[in-house]
């Protein structure tokens, strides 16, 4: 399906149902997990060294503003999204945000990347941006004595790092870089000088490359992920991902938005939704049949948030280490509170919800001692209920891919999944300012 540019070399594997599930693409699959494997041995060797000290000839630092886009108002940013295939048991729907430009280096086809509303971080194919004799599926090739590479106003560090993806379905190993990223199907934003995980390779659970259309996650939820080093253990204490301060553990990356300025009268955050999934558009380097959406948007007005039923987001995170010790307001993207019934059975559980457009079907958590059943009749109705807020949404089981429904015990899973198919029908949007979520 996937048309390969000369010379870039096949990215990503399909993942199957349950793994894309859990990982929250990164968020719903993408909850920070600990990398439990070792490298390949042929890997590079991870540093040994201390954190990588300040580069002189950088545009700027990631806490700084250099070289971004100032949001003025709400910004419609330009996506696709693509039906693409798949089966009951494994269906694939992706929204695809472009990267076009990477420091000063325009990319020769803008770089197709899942836009994850699961996941904080940026993650791209290496072998997208940089010549090969650079990069290979072995890593980066730093000359002797050397612990950076500068590459049109792109910074790679020698420090290496593995994001993982849905309880290490998905393993993403790379190098921490930095750059200034312009992203959207017209390239309408470039953020300031940010932390990017670089990603020489991708292997399953089983040790195998993944080769999927997508070449990377642009992750923009309300929590930080961790990019750990080799070897690295959930208790080893991270921080936010700084040009100034890489420990040899890794560190944690958030949501690319927040690398943008926002001007006065505008909310940090996004709004996302109401998109269309084409069953024509296929994610190669040219989009082939693809049409570009304005489902994006960057920016928030109090007007416009007044429309949505909303809840305060948990600050910090209750989930772990990896964000706790992040040093950035990072907040949890699980909402609590929430009750799920199914109209085949009439029985409900207790929920913890993410909202997840990097994961392409609906996946239940339910406590062990609920009575919920365990598969769910095809054309029943699934009614999310959110008291508190108040807030409302229904689906039918399988009236489309997006709308398949795994079951699964929340001892594997701890939370439920509200994948794609909401963002067909309704809208959410995270506020970075107020630190809350809304949908409608």
Known sequence: MKRIKPGRIPFFALILLLGLALSGCGGSSNSPQSSTGSPTPNDPAAPASAPVPAFQNAPGTVQGVTGGSTVTSPTAVTIY???????????????????VTLGSQTLSTPSPLVLDTGSAGMVISAQDVFPADMVSINGFVFPPGQNSLTFHGITVTNVQAIKIYGNGSSNYYGNIGYATVKFGGHGELTTNFMPVLFSYKALGSNGQLLKTPEHGILGIYSDANAAR??????????????????????????SVLRYLNYGAGVNAGFSLGNA???????????????????TLTVGLSAADEQAYSSMPLTCPPSDGPAVANSGVTACEAKIPGFTISDSGSGESFAAKVVFDSGTPNMVFSVPPKATFPQSLTRGSTE??????SPFTYSYQVGK??????????????????????FFTERRMYIDFSSNREGWK
Do not use: H, K, W, Y
């Open 81 to 99: 999204g693509s039906l693409f295939g798949g089966s009951s048991d494994n269906p694939m729907s992706r929204l695809i945000i472009p990267v």
């Open 229 to 254: 080093a080799p070897g690295a253990q959930p208790s080893d204490s991270l921080s936010l991902c700084s040009l100034r301060s890489i420990n040899a553990n890794g560190c944690d990356l958030e």
């Open 276 to 294: 269309t999934l084409d069953p024509n558009c296929l994610i190669t380097a040219t989009m082939t049949g693809c049409t570009l959406q304005s």
């Open 383 to 388: 009614t999310l209920t959110l008291a508190a």
């Open 400 to 421: 489309g891919l997006p709308f398949v429904t795994t079951v699964t015990d929340s001892a594997q899973l701890n939370r439920t999944i509200i994948g794609i198919g």
